[in-house]
């Protein structure tokens, strides 16, 4: 399981209430981060698969999954977050700031909202 409650927050919104990538939800379980790395103004996250989430291969063999805005004190401007998968896996989350700075750890302090959908069930909040 991912340690990073950001991550973890982040991934669960990108795959929730969506069937058509329920198998990739269903890997997220199994996933471990395993390398970052910051370039200033995001950061890529590599995963590791467990093997029990290799049962739970997607259909589609390469595609992007994004669609949460992140906002924090810590971020210029706000942030936008994408899973991509490679050969039907998840291999790595991809997260970005619509301005030049992003933090070298995970912000403390963020708001996390789904684009595709308004309320608050569909935001993280974390002050």
């Known amino acids: 399981m991912v340690r990073s409650q950001y991550l973890?927050?982040?991934?669960?919104?990108?795959?929730d209430d969506d069937d058509e990538y329920?198998?990739?939800?269903?890997?997220?379980?199994?996933?471990?981060?395993?390398k970052f790395e910051y370039t200033g103004s995001g950061v890529f996250v590599s995963f590791k698969l467990k093997e029990q989430g290799l049962k739970y291969r997607f259909g589609v063999k390469d595609t992007r999954v994004n669609g949460v805005l992140i906002k924090s004190d810590e971020i210029?401007?706000?942030?936008?977050?994408?899973?991509?998968?490679?050969?039907?896996?998840?291999?790595?989350?991809?997260?970005?700031?619509?301005g030049d700075v992003y933090p070298?750890?995970?912000?403390?302090?963020?708001?996390?909202?789904?684009?595709w959908k308004e309320?608050?069930?569909n935001k993280v909040i974390v002050r």
């Open 8 to 15: 973890r927050d982040i991934i669960t919104l990108l795959l």
């Open 22 to 34: 329920i198998l990739i939800k269903k890997q997220a379980d199994w996933i471990e981060e395993e």
């Open 76 to 98: 210029d401007i706000a942030a936008d977050a994408t899973i991509v998968v490679s050969d039907g896996l998840i291999d790595y989350l991809e997260i970005w700031s619509y």
């Open 104 to 115: 070298s750890k995970d912000p403390v302090h963020y708001t996390l909202a789904q684009q």
């Open 119 to 121: 309320g608050d069930k």
